[in-house]
């Protein structure tokens, strides 16, 4: 293996890197969306879906004023990421309610990520001197700093709504087994009601 020896490698590097994560949760959020039974919180989901894709558009701009072809390189912390998220949908059985709350969690802990990649590589691209690549990474990371404000907002509706039902039910951890209901069903009948 070659020695990295130049920002210009790393930058490349990086790129390469943020290039798969984004990817990645372009795959990710429809099925975040399908999951969460809130729909302010699916409507948030399908908002940054299109974001996303407008993120890899930019990448791929900021790939060309480098002279490069856009390609992604695995990158293992968006795998564990999404691996965190997949095996918790495996392993617990949480109710409508608590996987609201814990995908906000996942999805924040996603733009927290995000935003710590994005702020490296805008630095990067200013440092060599790319006033174009930082513009439109800055454009990214913008949009990441709004997601992840609106699913922390998201999060604190959710638990707020929950403690005061908790309170009125007096204790009650789980909701969705006793109605006998689907977890589609919910869903349905929740958008439709809110229409
Ligand atoms: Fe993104
Ligand atoms: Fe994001």
């Given amino acids: 293996m070659a020695q990295m020896t130049t920002p210009k490698a790393l930058f490349e590097h990086e790129l390469k890197d943020m290039y798969y994560a984004e990817k990645t949760v372009e795959k990710m959020l429809p099925k975040l969306a399908s999951e969460a ?9 399908k908002h940054h879906l299109g974001e996303t894709k407008q993120q890899i558009k930019n990448l ?3 790939f060309s004023q ?10 293992p912390g968006i795998e564990g990421l999404k691996t965190e998220h997949d095996e918790f949908m495996q392993e617990n059985d949480p109710s409508t309610e608590m996987r609201d709350v814990f995908l906000t969690g996942a ?4 733009e927290h990520y995000e935003i710590a990649a994005y702020t490296g590589l805008v630095s990067m691209a200013r440092t060599l001197g790319e006033t174009d690549a930082a513009r439109l ?3 990214n990371l913008r949009q990441e700093k709004e997601a992840l404000k609106k699913v922390e907002t998201i999060s604190k509706s959710l638990l707020k709504a929950q403690k005061t039902n908790g309170s009125r039910s007096n204790g009650s951890r789980r909701t969705t087994s006793r ?7 919910r869903k349905a009948t929740t958008r439709r009601t809110s229409r």
């Fill in 179 to 185: 109605s006998g209901t689907s977890t589609a069903g």
């Fill in 60 to 62: 791929e701009r900021v």
């Fill in 37 to 45: 039974t809130s729909p302010e919180l699916t409507k948030a989901f």
């Fill in 107 to 110: 999805a924040a802990r996603t």
């Fill in 66 to 75: 480098i002279g490069k072809r856009a390609e992604g390189e695995k990158c």
């Fill in 137 to 139: 990474l800055t454009e």
